[in-house]
């Protein structure tokens, strides 16, 4: 817990290498500070929150949806129907466009959904938005 | 047995008139004994049969028929015989000497030890059926093919929408952090370079994205009545920016009618025609584009798109609408060269035609024709494929 209060911890859920090293870089760009976590899939993930539940939970997960094993919106739902995880602010963020993606996804309690832009600086400027507004909200509740 | 006779029925003394009648029935009819040989046959037989009497009578009746039907004969004459006074019927393949396998009709009662017997030749009718089977067989193959073509189509269509633009955008992304990673380290020509890279890179993503945009023409398409004139200014609408920067004066004729018809593709049609027309300018003209109609008839309405730019040499014309066809280079005239190509199949989609008629250095002009019909009411199920990636 003390850890947690002092460098958010968050984890980039994408099965793409690229897109988490991309996103990662992004991040760094903007001089966020957090921890940063990897996982392939909604299965490793989860797994992830198991083996940290003891230092406490993630600041901020964001959630491909394209992935094998367990895909986006089946993870934001196992994350929603679980207690200690409901609270953990969910930002999709994918590729597609379609409106199912779009509407399942908040509907199933993502608090943001953010399209993987096509270039390196417009990811900046998502990874911004992300670190302003959701790191800062978890830094101002744990104040 | 007695020789057959083409006169009167069997075993009767026929009164004078019912034997001329037999002599005269347009009709084909015959007598066949128990053992199956013909006895009588009236003259309309004789010719339909195309054997003399003498030579019918000879063998019984079934040898004159396909091999493969002279079961069915038996069989049909025995059923017969078993039902007196009953009607029967039967289609059987006869061994015509002179035309090949003519398909009979037959109908046939047990009467008094006599088979009584009419035939109607049907073959014409049976083949007239068997080709029809055999073009709803093909149409439904041709429907099967082009079925599995859309599901092949489909499925491009998603690779084309998520797994070629990927790399795209792994390309775009890597260019700029590589930029961004040498920061002033990054040298004017290193920057233009990635920089080219990056414009190369976007520029086949619109060509991707334009590519599947003209696949989907005709898919799942929406028919409602709409108004052209509301649609070519719309169109026009789109491209005021477009028309600011070239100076160009467009027009969009009041008079242009109410059709069936998708109203966003209406308008993207319009709007690659009054583009194209735009891009294609003499330098020191001011450019103008009429979108005027031509003709209403009760089937079509005729629609122009008239420019005063460079002109289409004639030679050329037809290879205005092929997919990737571009006339002049890149670096003279912007496009994908596909907008034609798109514009071309939603005017064939909306049972139409377009042409050209052009003249260098006097202007081009694009006419095409528009299904003015009601269309009949059927159930469009609308589809949300959406670029899914």
């Known amino acids: 817990m003390l850890d947690k209060k002092e460098t958010p911890?968050?984890?980039?859920?994408?099965?793409?290498?690229?897109?988490?090293?991309?996103?990662?870089?992004?991040?760094?760009?903007?001089?966020?500070?957090?921890?940063?976590?990897?996982?392939?899939?909604?299965?490793?993930?989860?797994?992830?929150?198991?083996?940290?539940?003891?230092?406490?939970?993630p600041t901020l997960v964001l959630l491909d949806i394209n992935m094998p094993r367990m895909n986006g919106h089946e993870a934001l739902e196992k994350l929603r129907a679980e207690d200690a995880y409901r609270v953990i602010p969910v930002v999709m963020l994918s590729t597609s466009g379609a409106q199912n993606d779009i509407t399942s996804a908040l509907r199933n309690g993502a608090n943001a959904y953010v399209r993987k832009p096509g270039g390196f600086d417009d990811l900046v400027t998502a990874a911004e938005h992300i670190a302003n507004f959701w790191l800062d909200l978890a830094e101002r509740a744990a104040a | 047995m007695s020789a057959a006779s083409v006169t009167?029925?069997?075993?009767?003394?026929?009164?004078?008139?019912?034997?001329?009648?037999?002599?005269?029935s347009l009709l084909n009819l015959c007598v066949i004994d128990q053992g199956g040989h013909l006895v009588h046959a009236n003259p309309a037989m004789v010719g339909l049969l195309g054997r003399s009497a003498e030579e019918l009578g000879a063998a019984p009746m079934a040898s004159f028929f396909e091999p493969e039907d002279i079961e069915a004969v038996t069989v049909a004459f025995a059923e017969g015989g078993q039902a007196p006074g009953t009607t029967h019927e039967a289609v059987l393949r006869y061994?015509?000497?002179?035309?090949?396998?003519?398909?009979?009709?037959?109908?046939f009662t047990w009467s008094e030890g006599c088979f009584y017997a009419a035939a109607v030749d049907v073959t014409e009718s049976r083949q007239a059926a068997g080709e029809a089977a055999t073009r709803a067989a093909e149409l439904e193959k041709l429907a099967e093919e082009l079925a599995r073509s859309n599901a092949e189509l489909q499925s491009f269509a998603y690779t084309a929408s998520?797994?070629?633009?990927?790399?795209l955008r792994k390309v775009e992304n890597y260019c700029q952090l590589i930029s961004r990673k040498l920061g002033d380290d990054l040298d004017p020509k290193l920057e233009k370079y990635l920089n080219g890279a990056v414009g190369a890179a976007r520029r086949m993503q619109a060509f991707i994205d334009a590519l599947l945009d003209y696949s989907r023409v005709g898919k799942s398409e929406v028919r409602t009545p709409c108004s052209l004139k509301d649609v070519g200014e719309l169109a026009v609408a789109n491209l005021q920016m477009a028309i600011a920067d070239r100076g160009a004066v467009v027009t969009v004729d009041e008079a242009l009618p109410t059709i069936h018809g998708?109203?966003?593709?209406?308008?993207q049609?319009?709007?690659?025609?009054?583009s194209n027309a735009l891009k294609f300018q003499k330098p020191d003209a001011v450019p103008t584009v009429d979108v005027v109609l031509e003709e209403v008839t009760d089937?079509?309405?005729?629609?122009?798109?008239?420019?005063?730019g460079i002109g289409i040499p004639e030679d050329r014309i037809h290879e205005v609408f092929e997919v990737f066809r571009r006339l002049h280079g890149r670096g003279e005239y912007e496009g994908t060269g596909i907008g034609l190509s798109t514009v071309k199949r939603i005017v064939e989609t909306h049972g139409g035609r377009i042409w050209i008629t052009s003249e260098v250095d006097v202007g081009t002009t694009f006419?095409?024709?528009?299904d003015a019909t009601e269309p009949v009411a059927e159930a469009t199920d609308a589809e949300t494929d959406e670029a899914a990636a």
């Open chain 2, 269 to 274: 049609l319009v709007q690659n025609l009054v």
């Open chain 2, 367 to 370: 006419h095409f024709t528009l």
């Open chain 2, 262 to 267: 998708d109203p966003k593709r209406l308008e």
């Open chain 2, 299 to 308: 089937e079509h309405v005729t629609v122009a798109v008239r420019d005063n």
């Open chain 2, 95 to 107: 061994a015509h000497p002179e035309t090949g396998i003519r398909w009979l009709r037959w109908s």
């Open chain 1, 9 to 57: 911890l968050l984890v980039i859920t994408d099965d793409d290498e690229e897109d988490r090293d991309l996103m990662a870089e992004a991040l760094e760009a903007t001089g966020c500070e957090a921890q940063i976590e990897f996982a392939a899939d909604g299965v490793e993930l989860l797994e992830l929150l198991q083996r940290k539940h003891a230092e406490g939970i």
């Open chain 2, 8 to 24: 009167t029925p069997a075993n009767t003394e026929a009164p004078a008139h019912i034997e001329a009648m037999w002599g005269l």
């Open chain 2, 162 to 167: 998520h797994d070629l633009r990927e790399p």
